[in-house]
């Protein structure tokens, strides 16, 4: 009994001490895997965090790439090196393919017949030789002649290869000769303040000005000699172009990486400092790169392409523009730290900027492209004799006074002439009946030939306060200089040059040109 206890405690023992063994292993995978889970959810909470970290970054390097768009931009050299843009033919390299080579004469010898031997001879092998030889010779006699066919097509393919080849040849001469030499021509035009030549060769120094991606490049450039002006017109980055985002977080009550919203109004600003500093990155732009000092004054438009929410149409607002003098412009210290560029254009400049411009809210131009580009306005009259538009130069002044009256009528206003010559300045008196836009406009015009003195633009300015209008518009055939403009800036003062006059009457149809033939305008 005693011997059958013992036994049984044994066992007993061992089961539990199996199952205490077996409770110890459960337990240690369990610790085992809730290790393996926290671990498992620390690295995905680091991933989050990393993936949160790295798409702040990528928003704030955007955010720092459109805050130094001007910066960036201040030790790059803008001028265009036209010499640089001299090419050379691109000629073709003549391959003349399997015409190249001729083909190897056909050779008797893969024609001969073998000789009979003493044993053949004796058993009609020479007469069999006979026969074979003149059958050899007469299938010698053919291949030399399709050879000499072939050799013959083949001469002619390569005749034809080279004429085709000098072709190409002539034509990329003739190609490249032209391009060097419209070149050659806008040097030339560079020099003398050719119209056409200064506004090509800034259109190439405003496309070469790179900035990031998502930024059109379309901008073009037109010069107005008559007053030293070149005009500007930019397309703006839409304002999708700042980003929505202000940065990303890790919710981790989530377990999420989610975006906080920039707000409306730091998008806006943002947004606002972006079409400033393409402005003034455009006047550094322009000012470094005149090789002549041609250019004493530059408008700039600033107007974006997007589609009007409420219609569903395409539409250009302008957001910004300004003129800018190149004295205004020598004042400015573009890499003070403290510098403030949209400040600057609104105080410096006198900019007109969209207060939102987020919502394609337009402002209107201190002065409309067409009135410089030179695709429409060109008063320099190489065949004055076939041309039969009026000469507006060749009008008396107070017939060019009536014309302008007319203009204006043509354009919708109710205007009224003056006739008396001592009117305290006042040509013509226009009225626009818009209840918003419109008011009472004095109307001067001056038939020069020389550019009008700014003494003149601050009497219009004084004529305009004396009688109460909204706004005093002065039309020359000529031109104004940087003095005038900069006197006209932040004021209701629109200045109108000869080119600009041209385009207007472009637009409305009505005949005209501007050709000095030496007469002595004032």
């Given at each position: 009994m005693a011997r059958g206890s013992g036994s049984y405690r044994d066992w007993e023992a061992e089961r539990r001490r199996q199952e205490r063994a077996a409770e110890q292993a459960r337990q240690k995978r369990e610790r085992e895997r809730k290790a393996q889970e926290r671990e498992r959810l620390q690295a995905e909470a680091m991933a989050r965090d990393a993936d949160a970290a790295d798409r702040t970054r990528r928003l704030e390097a955007r955010v720092e790439e459109l805050e130094s768009l001007l910066r960036s931009s201040l030790r790059r050299d803008p001028q265009v090196r036209i010499a640089s843009l001299r090419r050379r033919p691109n000629i073709p390299a003549l391959d003349l393919g399997g015409w190249a080579k001729p083909e190897?004469?056909?050779?008797?010898?893969?024609?001969?017949?073998?000789?009979p031997g003493w044993l053949q001879r004796k058993f009609g092998g020479a007469q069999r030789y006979e026969?074979?030889?003149r059958q050899a010779e007469s299938d010698f006699a053919r291949a030399q002649a399709d050879h000499q066919h072939r050799e013959t097509q083949r001469q002619m393919r390569v005749i034809e290869a080279r004429q085709a080849h000098q072709r190409k040849v002539a034509e990329a001469e003739r190609e490249t000769a032209k391009y060097n030499s419209h070149l050659k021509a806008m040097e030339a035009g560079l020099r003398s303040g050719d119209r056409h030549a200064v506004s090509e060769y800034m259109d190439l120094v405003l496309r070469a000005s790179p900035y990031p991606e998502g930024f059109p490049n379309q901008r073009r450039a037109g010069y107005v000699p008559e007053s030293s002006l070149l005009a500007v017109e930019w397309y703006l980055p839409p304002p999708e172009v700042v980003p929505a985002h202000k940065l990303y977080k890790h919710v981790k009550t989530r377990k999420a990486v989610e975006p906080t919203i920039r707000p409306a109004s730091e998008a806006r600003q943002l947004y606002q400092r972006v079409i400033a500093q393409i402005s003034l990155r455009t006047l550094r732009e322009v000012f470094q790169a005149d090789p002549n000092d041609l250019i004493s004054t530059v408008v700039f438009n600033g107007l974006v392409r997007a589609v009007d929410p409420v219609t569903g149409q395409q539409i250009e607002p302008?957001?910004?523009?300004?003129?800018?003098?190149?004295?205004?412009?020598?004042a400015l210290v573009l890499n003070e730290p403290k510098f403030n560029p949209v400040e600057c254009v609104r105080r410096h400049f006198h900019a007109v900027v969209s207060p939102h411009?987020?919502?394609?809210?337009?402002?209107?131009?201190?002065?409309?492209f067409s009135m410089a580009d030179p695709r429409i306005v060109d008063p320099i009259d190489i065949i004055s004799d076939i041309d039969k538009r009026p000469n507006l130069l060749d009008l008396h002044?107070?017939?060019?006074?009536?014309?302008?009256?007319?203009?204006?009528?043509?354009?919708?206003?109710?205007?009224?002439?003056y006739q008396a010559s001592g009117d305290g300045g006042v040509d013509c008196v226009a009225y626009d009946p818009h209840p918003i836009k419109g008011g009472k406009f004095i109307v001067q015009a001056k038939l020069y030939t020389k550019t009008v003195a700014p003494t003149h633009v601050r009497d219009l300015y004084g004529t305009?306060?004396?009688?109460?209008?909204?706004?005093?518009?002065?039309?020359t055939t000529s031109g104004y200089g940087p003095d005038s403009y900069k006197f006209a800036n932040g004021k209701p003062l629109n200045l109108i040059d000869g080119a600009g006059l041209l385009a207007l009457c472009h637009q409305h149809n009505i005949p005209a040109r501007i050709l000095n033939r030496g007469l002595k305008k004032r």
């Open positions: 190897p004469s056909p050779s008797w010898e893969a024609f001969a017949p073998v000789p026969a074979a030889l302008h957001l910004i523009t300004l003129r800018a003098t190149r004295e205004q412009f020598s411009p987020d919502e394609l809210v337009p402002v209107e131009p201190v002065m409309p002044p107070k017939e060019f006074e009536a014309f302008i009256q007319n203009l204006f009528s043509r354009m919708g206003f109710d205007t009224k002439l305009v306060q004396h009688e109460g209008a909204t706004k005093g518009i002065m039309i």
